[in-house]
């Protein structure tokens, strides 16, 4: 699948080098990237603190502090992967829901305008990828959300290589709910064909739902790929050669095994669900492994006490 970015993608989302330089399919020694997930504009005031108006101060201060700390980073990372949700607000043209999704694409709009701003301070040298979640295409997708996606933040699903590995971005709402646009579930599977290649260091995979949140063989529930596709996936996944899957959606950190793959999903940038405080991961890619450690930017998961006076500017 061949990359295209948003008409007015951030300097950050260009990764023409990954896709176009020979370089980088090379390896060359160990390299780090940043991995997070949710930053979800809107999600605390509205899922945490109930706000019958809310907005998302906390969530920008929490993704600037991110960004700050990966500016700080020497050396730097070679790029910057948000595993989906980015903003809150889903892309319904009218909400399905107006109590719980106020707004809807007026609301997604004025979320998306401060993400970009705020990602506008991470610097040039690392690169933003972000990776389609259920809050940025819809529970349900269609042809028109899938277009307001690629309009704000580019296409759904491709592939880069950099420093020697295979990186691969899926949209998993194709693999949650295949039936909602049948022709794009089609065209990623067919996509998905193509991911072996003998020549990577690894082959790593970034999507936002998780096919497992701690066991392959997991009950069904709102956080995983349903079980009958989901063995399906693990297995053509694991004989493509993937050895690390990468997501978010659950608010809290876990993951599990299947076979030699191991799958790690992120808790979030922004509003918390479970016991790990809003955070980020550093990845470290070696010679024989990948390994990673959650890093923390707040110390606890309690908002209530924030204050909430500030007005939506960054």
Known sequence: MEYHPPLDSLPSMNITSFLEDPTEREWKGPFTFIQGADTQFGLIDRYLLKKDEPNWDKEIALTREVIQRINAMNPKPKFFVVCGDMLDAFPYAVSENSKEFPGALELREK??????????????DVKLVCVCGNHDIGD?????????????????YFSFWAGGV????????????PDAIPEETERQMQ?????????????VLFMHIPLFVEEPEEEN?????PKERRLQLLEKFYTAGVRYIFCGHYHRNAGGRYKKLELVVTSAIGAPLGDNPSGY?????GEAEISHDY???????????????????S
Request: no cysteine; proline share 4%.
């Open 221 to 225: 529930f709102y956080f995983n790929i």
């Open 191 to 203: 996509f998905m064909n193509g991911i072996a290649d003998p020549k990577a260091k690894f082959i």
């Open 281 to 285: 991961r550093i990845v470290n890619v």
């Open 140 to 156: 349900s997708p269609t042809k028109e959300t899938l277009q307001v996606y690629k309009r704000q933040f580019g296409q759904d």
């Open 166 to 177: 295979k990186f691969v971005v899926l949209n998993s709402q194709y693999l949650y709910v």
């Open 111 to 124: 979320q998306y305008k401060d993400f970009v701003q705020v990602f506008k301070e991470l610097v040039p």
């Open 295 to 313: 890093v923390t930017i707040r110390d606890s998961t309690d908002f209530s006490n924030e204050d909430n006076s500030n007005s939506n500017e």
